[in-house]
């Protein structure tokens, strides 16, 4: 059973930075995706970055703001995010599937409790 750990989220206002780390053991073999929601609305994907650390995807919404990086030795996964906006504003959550990226959040098989990042001044 894989557990992971979400932390780093905070209130941050707009156009501020935020790094956030999923931690976990033994997920050298698991594509790692960041998930956001937001009250009443599915688990949307973010980010991704897949077990050999060689392949990532970003959603257009973040996309040249944020960067998703593994350290496999600390069994951690950083989302980080730039020029935060007030649509940035949620929960984000880890989550684990072998070997490559998908899409959809019903695909992952092992989820953290998340962390929640509120983007306000």
């Known amino acids: 059973q894989l557990q992971l750990v979400e932390s780093g989220g905070a209130l941050v206002q707009p156009g501020g930075s935020l790094r956030l780390s999923c931690s976990g053991s033994?997920?050298?073999?698991?594509?790692i995706g960041w998930f956001r929601q937001t009250p009443g609305k599915e688990r949307q994907g973010v980010a991704c970055?897949?077990?050999?650390?060689?392949?990532?995807n970003y959603a257009d919404s973040v996309k040249g703001r944020a960067s998703i990086s593994r350290d496999d030795p600390k069994s951690t996964v950083y989302l980080h995010i730039d020029s935060l906006k007030p649509e940035d504003t949620g929960v984000y959550y880890c989550?684990?599937?072998?070997?490559?990226?998908?899409?959809?959040?019903?695909?992952?098989?092992?989820w953290g409790q998340g962390t929640q990042v509120t983007v306000s001044s």
């Open positions: 970055i897949s077990s050999d650390g060689l392949s990532t």
């Open positions: 989550a684990a599937v072998f070997k490559r990226c998908h899409t959809n959040a019903w695909e992952y098989d092992y």
């Open positions: 033994g997920f050298y073999n698991y594509a």
